[in-house]
């Protein structure tokens, strides 16, 4: 499988945010998205996972046996983390789950929310966790139910230092697993991505 | 189909943990119908023939009051963002948070009615025929509540906007709904066409009112 896009151009508020991005992506490898507060990094992540507004370019997914769009085999994590606090971190888990089709034994989750250190937390109400283990809880998901692309949006954020080198071993075992992986992130989290893009370089010049 | 069960059955627990939604309509109703009859006056007569409207209007009202926490919460904490990648089509993402909102709030205020229209002198020969105006009824209802919450999703206060989007909808629900309830002490030949038509406004919604909605969730987030 892989993901290429070709000249994409994406404005905002009749601002360009970006022009002439092209990238490719193939199983098993990382991109990296870099720049800048308001380069547009959040804008092409939501654009690939099928809910921004695309101006112009191309977007392929190649090598892929389905009709399947790249939304639907995604993963997207952006800035919030999908929770109900009203329901248990066991029913969280559980009813993504379901919806989205590969429903998972209370064992899954468990094994899942071990990887994340919150195995012990898991008939908690999802209310009562921190900022941190929030985000942790929201980053089970993406093991828990397995897509081949992710799309992570900052995926660090409100994460300590212990569980920052959690999500950077996720990665890792996505990518070693012929994952595509897409993420935008500002901390160093010790992984080799085999492409770097930085949106600085991109966005339109103001005289 | 697991999937269509799942999200129905996570925003019933969600309204019965909340209490916002279910729980708000439950008491709005109960509260004008107990209110109605203390503002009137004791004329048994006058609240025999007002009940049936009285309660209609108290129906309406009260799905209203919960239609804004049907998208918003999702909205708001990004689940709906991860709802329209799928694999479940929009549509029927709509669709079972129709069935939803109707589970905890049409259903129970549709089943309470008959009881509570004691309160309004309600003819005990209509508690029947209301009990299944109004379950039929409120399925529109909530149906046509997801499409005005749809429309309004991202709007910080759309409540107000909701009710006035979906106003004209309700108005035929109203009439035939009424006139359904009506028929047995009024004109009987009624109440056939009356059901009649207020099945097909609830059939109609239950295939147009997801699509609409689907599609004011996709232009929203483009």
Known sequence: ?207 | MSMFWSLIRRDIVLTLRQGGGAGMALGFFLTVLVLLPLGIGPDLKFLQRLAPGALWITLLLSVLLSTDRIFAPDYEDGSLEIMTMGPMPLELVALAKSVAHWLGTGLPLAILAPGLGVLLNLDALLFGPILLAMVLGSLALSLLACLGAAVTVGLRRGGMIISLLILPLYVPVLIFGVSATNAITGVPELFGPSMLILTAISLASLVLAPIAAAAAIRAHMA
């Open chain 1, 1 to 207: 499988m892989q993901l290429s896009a070709k000249n994409l151009i994406c404005r905002r508020g009749g601002r360009t945010v970006f022009s002439g991005l092209s990238f490719t992506v193939s199983q098993g490898e990382g991109l990296l998205l870099e720049g800048p507060n308001g380069t547009g990094k959040t804008s092409l992540l939501r654009i690939l996972a099928g809910f921004g507004a695309l101006e112009a370019g191309e977007l392929e997914l190649a090598g892929a046996d389905d009709e399947l769009t790249i939304g639907q085999r995604a993963h997207y994590l952006g800035h919030q983390n999908a929770l109900k606090l009203a329901l248990s971190v066991e029913e969280n888990l559980s009813f993504w789950a379901n919806f989205m089709g590969q429903p998972a034994t209370a064992s899954m989750i468990e094994q899942r929310l071990d990887a994340f250190n919150l195995g012990h937390l898991m008939s908690y109400s999802a209310g009562l966790l921190s900022a941190g283990q929030k985000r942790r809880l929201a980053l089970s998901r993406l093991e828990l139910v397995s897509r081949p692309i992710w799309l992570l949006d900052e995926p660090s954020v409100g994460l300590d230092t212990a569980s920052c080198t959690l999500l950077a071993a996720a990665m890792r075992r996505h990518m070693e697993a012929g994952g595509l992986l897409i993420a935008s992130t500002h901390l160093d989290l010790g992984l080799s991505f085999n492409h770097r893009l930085n949106l600085a370089d991109l966005a339109e010049q103001t005289p």
